[in-house]
């Protein structure tokens, strides 16, 4: 039997409360929108705030079960028709797929890599010596100590005003949340996807790129999820929201962390893009000090190998020690404040 959506065509999106968890569901809901009218339909989309585990515990990510802890609720909202439809990020979903539910749609993504946001327009190799970095991501962790192995890593959570704010104090987002009027941090290292959604890529002061910081695997983009039976309608409209070069590249990324059997606080970078000549994936694993990295790189003429490929890179990574390299079935941070 399938579920239906309910007569008034009104679809019910379910979204962390976030303010960028809520710019980004309100990006599907108007696309939704647009596709409806495209296809003379008459549906409105309506968001459903939804409290996760991780918007309600101020532990580490990675001591909560790590990017689980924001995907499960919202899933169990989909599953008990709560709502219709759930937004997420699609790096917030573990690798496992759930019975009874789909991504049906991962649009195209934005700026799948890092910045970092520091004091005086500093980028990383102006910082002052032993500046102190906020990150809750060992994988930006080991990065950042790869190139500066003396800055002294700092273990936060938060929004990303909350984030800049440790850094620029209580001038960043004067109409939002303020965070601490007192600055304690010289630098943070946050999503340049999440600066874009909420208009705050004025902050950036030194952009990444797959040379300066892999990315995690699926960054910068959106799962859009439903279940398996759901209302012909809404599959329909999701479909056309699908990106196929992107979810591409997000199986490949994907794969990578399945063929590791990597856990949350896995050191691991990944990026995958597709080109003209095909598509390329990128992967290293490093260690949380920044003393080592290893790395593979490979490009096949298609995407119809997309995981195929991320599950030989992640093969080529562990014949050359990754596993020596660093724990990658990692769960839990390796340190609140760190460097050599």
């Known amino acids: 039997m399938t579920s239906a959506m309910p007569s008034s065509r009104t679809i019910r999106l379910g979204t962390r409360a976030s303010a960028l968890a809520t710019a980004q569901s309100g990006m599907v809901a108007r696309a939704l929108e647009s596709a409806a009218t495209a296809a003379g339909e008459r549906v409105r989309v309506e968001l459903v705030p939804?409290?996760?585990?991780?918007?309600?515990?101020?532990?580490?990510l990675a001591s909560m079960g790590g990017v689980g802890a924001f995907a499960a609720a919202l899933r169990m909202a989909v599953l008990n028709g709560q709502c219709d439809v759930a937004v997420h990020s699609y790096k917030d979903?573990?690798?496992?797929?759930?019975?009874?539910?789909?991504v049906w749609a991962v649009p195209k993504r934005d700026d799948p890599f890092d910045a970092l946001c520091a004091r005086n327009g500093w980028d990383v190799d102006d910082l002052p010596r032993k500046a102190r970095v906020g990150t809750g991501s060992p994988r930006r962790a080991a990065q950042l100590l790869l190139r500066r192995p003396d800055l002294r890593i700092i273990d936060i959570r938060g929004n990303v005003p909350t984030r800049l704010s440790r850094v620029l104090?209580?001038?960043?987002?004067?109409?939002?949340?303020l965070g601490v009027s007192r600055p304690d941090l010289d630098g943070v290292v946050v999503a340049m996807a999440g600066l874009m959604r909420l208009g705050l890529t004025g902050y950036v002061t030194e952009p990444f790129d797959e040379e300066t910081m892999l990315p995690a695997a699926a960054q910068g983009a959106l799962a859009v999820e439903a279940r398996i039976d759901a209302d012909p309608l809404l599959t329909s409209l999701l479909t056309t929201l699908d990106h196929p070069e992107t979810r591409a590249e997000v199986v490949a990324?994907?794969?990578?962390?399945?063929?590791?059997?990597?856990?949350?606080a896995a050191p691991v970078g990944v990026y995958a893009q597709v080109t003209e000549r095909g598509l390329a994936l990128d992967a290293a694993?490093?260690?949380?000090?920044?003393t080592q990295a290893v790395r593979s790189r490979l490009r096949i003429p298609d995407i119809s190998g997309a995981e195929a490929l991320g599950h030989r890179i992640a093969s080529d990574l562990l014949g050359y020690g990754a596993g020596d390299v660093a724990d990658l079935h990692a769960t839990k941070p390796h340190r609140t404040e760190a460097g050599r």
């Open 50 to 60: 939804v409290r996760t585990q991780g918007d309600v515990d101020p532990s580490s």
């Open 93 to 102: 979903l573990p690798t496992e797929p759930v019975d009874g539910l789909r």
């Open 169 to 177: 104090g209580s001038r960043v987002w004067p109409d939002g949340p």
């Open 253 to 264: 990324e994907r794969a990578v962390m399945e063929g590791l059997e990597a856990g949350c």
């Open 285 to 290: 694993v490093i260690a949380v000090n920044g």
